[in-house]
């Protein structure tokens, strides 16, 4: 059974910078960041093929970079120039599965 582990959210002033880490990856599928904020869906942030191949929402494009270290079972979701927006649960998951980690919170605030 695999198992995803968040980390690295956690509160963070506008302009600033988090590195979110998805332990357990351990699938050779495509590796996707989502988020959720309260009360609005839940939505794709990036997304990574095995090979590299990154696709972002139009919203992040030019400050997050998503990454995975596939010898270390490990994704990343680099966050540069953060705003209140972005504030949400960010969450792991193997693209087109049910599998999800429990999520980290990210809070982009003053």
């Known amino acids: 059974q695999v198992q995803l582990v968040e980390s690295g959210g956690g509160l963070v002033q506008p302009g600033g910078s988090l590195r979110l880490s998805c332990a357990g990856f351990?699938?050779?599928?495509?590796m996707a960041w989502y988020r959720q904020a309260p009360e609005k869906q839940r939505e794709l942030v990036a997304r990574?093929?095995?090979?590299?191949?990154?696709t972002y929402a139009d919203s992040v494009k030019g400050r997050f970079t998503i990454s995975r270290n596939n010898a270390k079972n490990t994704g990343y979701l680099q966050m540069n120039a953060l705003k209140p927006e972005d504030s949400a649960v960010y969450y792991c998951n193997i693209w087109n599965t049910n599998i999800w980690g429990q999520g980290t919170q990210v809070t982009v605030s003053s």
């Open positions: 990574i093929t095995f090979g590299g191949i990154t």
């Open positions: 351990t699938s050779i599928g495509t």
